[in-house]
C-alpha cells in the first residue's frame, strides 16, 4: 500500500463510455479513489452503493468518488446502469494504476494462493497528495459513509 503523505501517481484510464480521465482533470478537489475486486460480485456491490448512498454529501466536501478495477468499459458500463452509480468507475485492464497503487497483491481464497486487486481506498487531497489510506477490514456496506465522515473531519 502507498503510504499517507505520499504524491498519488498519475493516471489515465477509459471509462464506461471510452473517455480518458486522469487525476489532474480533478485538480483542485479531493478524490476519493477506491480500487475494487470485481464488478458486480457482493461487496463490491455493496460498497459501491454505499458511496452512491452518500454521493451528494461527499460532493459537499468539494470531494468525488472514483472507482478502479480491472474489470472492462463494457462490464463498468453494465454495473453503473444495474446500480445507478452516479460516479465514475474506470477501467485498468493492463493494471497500470492498480499496480501503481500498490492494490495488485497475493490473497488467498478457499486455500489457494493468486494475484488480484486487494480492496483499497485513497482519499487524495487537492494537491495530489494522499491523505488517508483505507486497507484492510473495510467494511463494504458501511464504507461510503465511513469516507464521509473522515472528509467531514469527523473521524481521523
Known sequence: MLKEGT???????PDKDGNMV???DFK????????????STSGCTKE???FKEVYPEILEQNAVV????KDSEKSHAKFIEKNEFPFVLLSDTELDAIKAY??????KMYGKTSMGVVRTTYVINEKGVIE???DKKIKTDIHGQEVLDYLKGETE
Open 22 to 24: 486522469s487525476l489532474k
Open 66 to 69: 472514483i472507482g478502479i478495477s
Open 7 to 13: 504524491k498519488a501517481p498519475a493516471f489515465k484510464l
Open 48 to 50: 459501491g452503493i454505499s
Open 132 to 134: 488517508k489510506v483505507y
Open 28 to 39: 483542485g478537489k479531493r478524490i476519493v479513489l477506491y480500487f475494487y475486486p470485481k464488478d
Open 102 to 107: 500498490d492494490v495488485w497483491q497475493e490473497k
